[in-house]
Structures are given as structure tokens and as C-alpha cells.
């Protein structure tokens, strides 16, 4: 089953129910759209333009402690653990962000479930840096969170040295928090690095 909502602020999005008799207290819509991107649980046939643009990309991998995939076949991986065809029975999510005047999938927005708190990870290969298109993808994920989800509380860690991104974070509405000496361990390099906490908590 499938059901659709329009937001105020033009948001389409749908949330499949769990299957009878599969408790689950918190399942993000598997669909999002907002006037320039398409957010869809992520799926195999995205693997590809996924690790083309972002995830195989070293530049965007920069910051990240996973590093660049080596093969497509470890986008291939995360998208079967946490996407579409796992979306009713996990606590971790993934979805292929999309560009709507091309309709190719060029990064991803990770969510990762715990009670009533969630993590949250994302990125956009280089090709589509500069044009606001993360923070948009965001604020989609963060109107969810706010309006229709129970979340009490959202939360990352962010390079330090990665003040675009850091202000992605504060644009959809975290804040920053504690210094992290060393929090990171980069992957590729074993390269230790400072990160941020940010956190958004629902008001009382």
C-alpha cells in the first residue's frame, strides 16, 4: 500500500506501510520530491550513475572515512542492505538522490534509525557542487522528520575542514555542537581529522 501527500511547501511524498503483523515504529516515505530533485529509496539500477558521480568519485570522497568505492559493486552492496527491497525491515535507509531535469541519480542521503533518534549522511557527486541541490535534499528529509515523523532528535558528525558541508547542516536546521579532535578515520590515507557535532532536537 501506498500513500501520498502534498506538503505546504510542495513536497510530494509517500510512505509504503510495513507488511501485517511487522511492527515498526518509524519507516521514512520512500519517496520525496521537491521542485528540482526526486529522493527514491535507492535501487539497483542506480548503482551505476551512483558510483559514477558520488560514491566512486575521490573528490567526493574527500572527507569521507569510507573513501571512494573501489568497484560500483560496493554501491551495488549498500543499496541492497539499506534501499528499497530492504525498506520495510531494517532501521537503516538510503535513498538515490535524482536529478529531476535529467533524471539521473547523482548522490545519496543515508538515514540510520535508532528509536526515536536518527543519523543522517549525504553527498552529490562534483558535477552538481555549487547549485544548492544537498541542501534542498535535506531540507526535504528534514520536513519529514519535523512535520510527519515521531524523531525526537537528529544528529552527525561533519569534517571540520569541511565548512561546505557544515553549512548544509545549518541551513536544514542543525546545530553545531562539540569539537571533535581526531574523530575521523579516513579509510584511504588512515588519516585521522577534526569533525563537528551537529544535532537538531524537537522543542518540548
Not at 535507492?42 to 558510483?51: D, K
Request: net charge neutral; aromatic share 8%.
Amino acid at each position: 500500500m501506498v500513500a501520498f501527500a502534498l506538503c505546504p511547501d510542495g513536497i510530494k511524498m509517500s510512505a509504503r506501510s510495513a507488511p501485517p503483523g511487522h511492527l515498526k515504529l518509524i519507516t521514512p516515505p520512500v519517496e520525496l520530491t521537491t521542485s528540482r530533485l526526486h529522493l527514491r529509496a535507492a535501487r539497483s539500477e542506480h548503482a551505476a550513475s551512483v558510483f559514477t558521480e558520488y560514491t566512486g568519485n575521490s573528490m567526493a570522497a574527500r572527507f569521507l572515512p569510507r573513501g571512494a568505492h573501489p568497484a560500483q559493486s560496493s554501491t551495488e552492496a549498500v543499496i541492497h542492505a539499506w534501499g528499497e527491497s530492504s525498506w520495510a525491515d531494517g532501521d537503516r535507509f538510503i535513498w538515490s538522490i535524482i536529478d529531476r531535469s535529467d533524471q539521473r541519480p547523482m548522490g545519496l542521503f543515508l538515514m540510520f534509525v535508532d528509536g526515536d533518534r536518527a543519523e543522517i549522511h549525504y553527498g552529490i557527486g562534483p558535477a552538481y557542487w555549487g547549485r544548492g541541490l544537498a541542501t534542498e535534499a535535506g531540507l526535504a528529509i528534514m520536513h519529514w522528520v519535523k512535520q510527519q515523523s515521531p524523531l525526537s532528535e537528529v544528529h552527525t558528525i561533519c569534517a571540520a575542514a569541511h565548512e561546505t558541508s557544515c553549512r548544509v547542516l545549518e541551513k536544514i536546521g542543525l546545530v553545531r555542537g562539540q569539537f571533535l579532535p581526531d574523530a575521523l578515520l579516513l579509510k584511504a590515507t588512515e588519516e585521522r581529522i577534526d569533525g563537528w557535532s551537529y544535532r537538531w532536537r524537537r522543542s518540548e
